[in-house]
């Protein structure tokens, strides 16, 4: 890319050691004032000094030589670089110095550095004072080297009114008057750490607390009114903390732990060093208004943000590159603590879909990148937050922990912090503390899986000489498989399972292809399943005889339930990719019904969807509804409305999933009952369980007009409970008329919705095919507001991403024109990756469109 600078690193030769910070964030003016003293060591003299400043007006420098102060002669702001240099009249000498800076800035209202959210409180719009930082923001807040390797320590001071609660990443150690009615607020000396995990926050806050067994002091904080919602919260941090404690057997190294629900937050939770920060959905349960599934989703957050503790804050990746050591080892081991905490929840098979199925399909498209990826513009950076990093890496190590067994595993991990703690690594460290413990060649082994793109399509055949398997790289686009041809062969740790006892044998796939020992060949009372639990990252193909010899045991559950799902989900993909016609698809989908998981059904669900989404414009449009909802009518009639007792979170999840489809595809008993309970709900006064709602709303807004319209908006605009308001926003895009569709889409930019939340309600819109134009529309109009409001951001790529719903040429052509003269930073690689993905729509249509119709005539 031209665009990208590739020297943005600092000089190596000035390390800050220590930074004494203070801020004073006015909430009314929306400005703050700071002061800092760095310590510097500087490696050799020098006349100017570097380092990160971004939209920060820098009033004075000077340098403290041996108690002599000298002021900096001129500051250079490099915009682009996104630093500050101070150039000094005679050369300062090496060693250690002090560096004290005097600047003000703006508390913003794009949610990143230091900005300000807002809330109302008995009709009052009240501010709050906070921060991201991740992953090159700190530099918005105070100047600073702002790069993951250049770790310090850190006293920070807050300078606020004296009503308001201050928090920062350690506990504080003094409180003195201000004057002004303020008071400044000493926080004890940070670790030794990196600045993208610093958090000042200040406000009006209430709290809970309690300890963990290990002394730990956890606390969560919301705004007045919501302490009540915030038990579940603190419950699972103090069990999480505990069991990160115990698996990496290196105690959690501050006092307190605390975490924080703010009412207008970017991404979903930021992992800030002792000060975790969310948004009020992930952390927030009401006891009479919250669902199962949002239980779940604050459970893993919060697993997810404490697991950075270790991973992440103790040890951090050495420079942005290695992003996913961070992200993709939370994503995974969320799944780990979250199953430990609650066992019934099924997590693991949960993993299968959510994290492996998304990585699955974004990582076969040409336009993926490998997880270890070159990175130096911020743009880039902020980029490399996507799905590879994070599901994909999380698959990857569930992977090498299925290869390397439970204890090795965990061993490793082990070492890899101890030896790390306070430190940087790269990728390579991580599998050679692996490769220490095990004495496997993990290094060698996973190289191929972080270093290149994509992943493998294994294809069983069967000849004379018994059972053989090929890799070759798997495209979901079929034009793309041209680009086969010389890539290395990834190494594959493969389990194949046979017959109903469902022997398992492992193996280390390593060339293009092997046989498989004799043994394994499969007689005609038997079959034969690879990649047995979907431990690998990668998709199998079997011939004829193998893949039907499978759906006596998909039936009769010999196969478990992630086997189950991977092989519906191996055979939709080759339907995209042209390798396998979609009524065989269908047909082999139809081996289902008997189905109870709720994993697998949500798999079926999606897939179905898919093709759904694809023909939804076609005249047999209505016949595919049929057959849907002939998929799902065994299943639906078992669940029906009324939950039972005792029953399980899982089966709950199903319930609520199972009524969404079965309305969706036009259930005539299913809507009436929707309606009916539409119908009871009083302003102050919803009877509707939780579980029910997102069902209830989206089904009588997807056969609803204006009346329902109104109804749902006054409820938006009346809702105080954030998972409340996204579940009817959700909704307000499931209309099918163009004039509701359109208001939503309004809506979505107006100040009814908070920033953070307009893309998810545009989303809603888009993902429904009576939407998508208008959305786009929408969009392309106002997009100079999108890219102002949400910059380079990560938002900006979920907004454009969406764009992959498409599936006619045309359109491609069209978006690529647009992005063409408005380029989305931060979102280049996604513009090319839903153009990709609107061909690959475009082509599969157009192959078996005539086909399925012919079929669906049929059925
Ligand atoms: N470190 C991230 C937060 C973040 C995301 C910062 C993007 C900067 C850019 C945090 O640990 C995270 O991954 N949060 C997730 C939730 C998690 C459960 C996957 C999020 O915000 O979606
Ligand atoms: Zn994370």
């Not at 990175?375 to 999380?394: L, M, Q, R, W």
């Not at 929408?778 to 380079?792: E, N, Q, T």
């Amino acid at each position: 890319m031209a665009k990208t600078n590739r020297n943005v690193r600092l000089s190596p030769d000035i390390k800050p050691l220590h930074y004494a910070l203070t801020l004073k964030p006015d909430l009314e003016s929306s400005l703050f004032e700071g002061e800092e003293i760095i310590h510097l060591f500087l490696a050799k003299p020098t006349k100017t000094i570097t380092l990160h400043s971004k939209d920060l007006d820098i009033e004075s420098v000077q340098v403290i030589v041996d108690k002599e102060g000298i002021f900096a002669l001129k500051i250079k702001y490099d915009e682009k670089a996104e630093t500050a240099s101070f150039i000094f009249a005679k050369g300062i000498p090496k060693g250690e110095i002090r560096l004290k800076i005097i600047f003000r800035g703006v508390l913003n209202e794009k949610m990143r550095g230091f900005y300000r959210s807002s809330y109302v409180l008995d009709g009052k719009t009240r501010h709050i004072a906070t921060t991201q930082f991740e992953a090159v923001d700190a530099r918005r807040a105070f100047p600073c080297f702002d790069e993951p390797a250049i770790k310090a320590t850190f006293d920070v001071s807050l300078i606020v009114p004296k009503a308001s609660v201050a928090i920062s990443n350690t506990v504080p150690t003094e409180i003195t008057e201000y004057g002004s009615g303020h008071k400044v607020v000493k926080f004890a000396r940070t670790p030794k750490m990196s600045t993208y995990l610093l958090a000042f926050i200040a406000g009006d806050f209430e709290h809970v607390e309690k300890r963990t067994k290990e002394g730990v002091l956890v606390r969560v904080f919301v705004t007045p009114g919501k302490k009540h919602q915030a038990k579940f919260a603190l419950d699972c941090a103090v069990r999480s903390l505990s069991f990160y404690n115990k698996y990496f057997n290196i105690p959690y190294p501050l006092p307190v732990l605390d975490m924080i629900a703010i009412p207008d937050f970017a991404a979903g939770a930021m992992e800030n060093w002792g000060a975790v920060t969310y948004r009020e959905s992930a952390l927030l349960l009401d006891p009479e208004h919250s669902s199962t599934s949002t239980k779940q989703r604050v459970a893993i957050v919060i697993a997810h943000e404490l697991a950075h503790q270790w991973f992440g804050n103790l040890v951090t990746m050495e420079w942005w590159t290695h992003l996913w050591l961070n992200e993709g080892f939370a994503s995974y081991i969320e799944y780990l603590a979250v199953d430990s905490l609650f066992p019934k929840w099924d997590m693991w098979t949960q993993f299968v879909y959510g994290d492996l199925g998304v990585a699955l399909d974004l990582d076969a498209l040409k336009n993926t990148h490998p997880i270890e990826v070159n990175v130096h513009h911020p743009d880039e950076i902020n980029e490399i937050f996507d799905t590879v990093s994070y599901s994909k890496g999380a698959s990857i190590i569930r992977m090498l922990a299925g290869y390397l067994g439970e204890r090795d595993f965990r061993d490793g991990l082990r070492h890899y912090l101890k030896k790390h703690s306070y430190g940087n690594t790269s990728t390579v460290h991580l599998w050679e503390a692996f490769e220490k413990v095990s004495g496997k060649p993990v290094t060698r082994m996973m190289s191929g899986w972080t270093g290149r793109p994509g992943y493998p399509l294994l294809t069983v055949s069967e000849s004379k000489n018994g059972l053989s398997i090929k890799q070759e790289r798997f495209f979901s686009n079929p034009i793309s498989k041209k680009l086969n041809g010389s890539e290395r062969p990834w190494s594959i740790p493969l389990s194949v399972g046979k017959g109903a006892k469902a022997k398992v044998t492992k193996l280390l796939m390593e060339g293009r292809s092997i046989s498989l020992p004799s043994a394994l060949a499969v007689g005609n009372n038997s079959w034969f399943k690879v990649n047995v639990g979907e431990s690998g990252f990668f998709r199998t193909s079997y011939p004829k005889r193998l893949q039907d010899a499978l759906k006596d045991p998909i039936k009769n559950k010999q196969l478990g339930a992630t086997d189950r799902l991977g092989l519906v989900r191996d055979i939709m993909a080759a339907t995209e990719a042209g390798d396998v016609v979609t009524t065989d698809a269908l047909e082999f989908a139809e081996h289902y019904k008997n189905e109870t998981d709720y994993t697998v059904w949500a798999e079926l669900a999606s897939d179905l969807g898919r093709i759904k989404r694809l023909i939804a414009h076609e005249i047999f449009a209505e016949k595919y509804d049929r057959f849907a909802l002939s998929v799902f009518a065994k299943i639906a009639k078992k669940v029906g409305w009324e939950s039972r007792p005792g029953e399980g979170h899982t089966e709950i999840l199903l319930r609520t999933m199972i009524l969404m489809q079965y309305g969706a595809y036009g259930d005539p008993a299913t809507i009436a009952r929707a309606r009916r309970m539409f119908s009871r709900i009083k302003p102050h006064d919803n009877p509707v369980h939780p579980d029910l709602r997102s069902v209830v709303y989206n089904i009588v807004a997807k056969y609803g007009k204006g009346k329902e319209y109104a109804k749902l908006t006054a409820m938006y605009k009346a809702a105080t409970l954030h998972e409340e308001k996204n579940r009817i926003a959700g909704a307000l895009g499931a209309f099918k008329d163009k004039a509701p569709l359109k208001k939503t889409l309004a809506l979505s930019m107006s100040k009814d919705v908070r920033s953070q939340d307009t893309i998810g309600v545009i989303a809603g819109v888009w993902r429904n095919p009576l939407g998508a134009d208008l959305a786009w529309e929408f969009v392309k109009k106002d997009w100079k507001k999108f890219l102002d409001r949400y910059g380079s951001g990560h938002d900006l790529s979920r907004l454009v991403g969406l764009a992959e719903l498409f599936s006619s040429p045309k359109r491609a052509g069209e978006i690529r024109d647009f992005f063409k003269k408005n380029p989305a930073p931060s979102a280049t690689r996604t513009v090319e990756q839903a153009l990709e993905k609107i061909y690959s729509n475009a082509a599969w249509l157009a192959r078996d469109k005539k086909k399925l119709a012919t079929w669906l005539l049929d059925q």
